[in-house]
């Protein structure tokens, strides 16, 4: 039998629920456990949830297999807030779900360039429900193209207010950004949701000017 074949006819039988050890596996396959453990190695990185250890046995998680579904840009931004409240929880339970989901989410969408920027972030989901109150102010003013005056702390600690034009709001490898044209530094500026302590919309609207749009931060 080729290895591809026994990883297989493993999967079959380790889908009746029951704790399979490696000794009686290996036995049923005529292999050895080193081998029988290499093989659960692979199935466990191809992404199979199994549930036990060498020693102890094995056996798969109880699953619930969803069909292919395409999600709206709004839809997923509501989806990886929903992961990330749930991390901030103190069930042990949810907050272990809302890793290994959102895992599963980074490796489903498509690499960019601009995803691979946000790699900087901190442990996933460190404090990313802060500033999470500030998401109906943010969204509100990139509509109606509305400025914004925001308190932010910058990576070294320093606290700064700044009049920004919100032009995009992201999320990235659990990190909730904001981009946008800072009046201050005269530049677009991408700003961590986390690190904005307030946000306040001005009497103030704005309309496109050369240099200071999102298609020009993203020729």
Avoid at 38 to 56: C, H, I, Q
């Amino acid at each position: 039998m080729g290895k591809s074949d026994r990883l297989f006819d493993i999967l079959q039988i380790l889908r009746d629920g029951e704790l399979h050890t490696a000794q009686a596996l290996a036995e049923r396959f005529q292999v050895s456990v080193r081998t029988l453990y290499r093989d659960m190695d692979r199935l466990a990185a191809s992404g199979v949830p199994l549930v036990g250890t060498r020693g102890t046995g094995y056996r798969l998680a109880d699953l619930i297999t969803l069909p292919p579904i395409s999600l709206t840009a709004a839809e997923l931004e509501a989806l990886n807030l929903g992961i990330a409240i749930a991390a901030e929880l103190a069930d042990p339970a949810l907050k272990a779900a809302a890793n290994t989901l959102a895992e599963k989410l980074d490796a489903a969408q498509p690499e960019t360039s601009q995803a691979e920027a946000w790699r900087f972030g901190a442990s996933p989901f460190s404090d990313a429900a802060r500033g999470f109150a500030h998401l109906p102010t943010l969204r509100a003013a990139i509509k109606a193209r509305q400025k914004l005056r925001i308190t932010y702390t910058s990576n070294d600690g320093g606290v700064t207010s700044r009049s920004i034009r919100p032009l995009h709001l992201e999320y990235w490898n659990r990190i909730w950004a904001l981009t946008a044209w800072c009046e201050l530094r005269a530049a677009h500026r991408i700003f961590r949701l986390d690190l904005i302590s307030s946000a306040e919309a001005l009497p103030e609207l704005f309309t496109d000017e050369a240099g200071k749009t999102l298609a020009d931060f993203r020729p």
